[in-house]
């Protein structure tokens, strides 16, 4: 099985920062990699696909980049409903593992 | 609107079984496979296994394997998921959630762009 690790494990942010996460595969996936948000007791809300495409209706100051290996999920202006968890998941191979998640609080 | 609803909230003893419903409307169930994801309380994410709905075929993570059972009734647009010799551990909430790529596009990129509103499944003696 592929392993996803993400960095950090939580982040400390204030509204209006840029924040950047980080998602590691343990074999190259390409760029099947996607990220979802979660807010506490709600389901996960898919934010970006194969990388780098941003979900319908999903704000543009979500992006993701990477390939290979090495991915990252970037906020340029946290706003205040930014803040909850946020995962990866590679859809390169089955089965389809996710990230531990980034829990994104305010600072 | 394209929706995925859950069936509720169960509680079962150790070595017992659970089935989760999973009600599709708003799209063409045949076209897309679905999901199921579960989440043990304060973890991550954890995906089970797919299916596909215009088969029936799944493919299921082998952790699970020998102890889960996914299926679907397309009459009623509906997926199941039964997961069997329950313990604690399997004390989690459980997603369905749909591919975003329909079958028939080889080369789209799986992601899983609707999801039911989970199902509580305690196990506890």
């Known amino acids: 099985d592929i392993q996803m690790t993400q960095s950090p494990s939580s982040l400390s942010a204030s509204v209006g920062d840029r924040v950047t996460i980080t998602c590691r595969a343990s074999?190259?996936?390409?760029?099947?990699l996607n990220w979802y948000q979660q807010k506490p007791g709600k389901a996960p809300k898919l934010l970006i696909y194969a990388a780098s495409s941003l979900e319908s209706g999903v704000p543009s100051r979500f992006s993701g980049s990477g390939s290979g290996t090495d991915f990252t999920l970037t906020i340029s202006s946290l706003q205040p409903e930014d803040f909850a968890t946020y995962s990866c998941?590679?859809?390169?191979?089955?089965?389809?593992?996710f990230g531990q998640g980034t829990r994104l609080e305010i600072k | 609107q394209v929706q995925l609803v859950q069936s509720g909230a169960e509680v079962k003893k150790p070595g017992a079984s659970v089935q989760v419903s999973c009600k599709a409307s708003?799209?063409?169930?045949?076209?897309?496979?679905l999901h199921w994801v579960r989440q043990a309380p304060g973890q991550g994410l954890e995906w089970m296994g797919w299916i596909n709905p215009k088969s029936g075929g799944p493919n299921y993570d082998q952790k699970f394997q020998g102890r889960v059972t996914m299926t679907r009734d397309t009459s009623i647009t509906t997926a199941y998921m039964v997961l069997s010799s329950l313990t604690s551990d399997d004390t989690a909430v459980y997603y369905c959630?749909?591919?975003?790529?329909?079958?028939?596009?080889?080369?789209?990129?799986?992601?899983?762009?609707?999801w039911g509103q989970g199902t509580l499944v305690t196990v506890s003696s």
């Open positions: 998941q590679q859809s390169y191979s089955l089965p389809f593992t």
């Open positions: 959630a749909r591919d975003r790529r329909p079958y028939y596009d080889t080369n789209g990129r799986d992601a899983l762009d609707v």
């Open positions: 708003g799209y063409t169930f045949t076209d897309y496979y």
């Open positions: 074999q190259s996936i390409n760029s099947y």
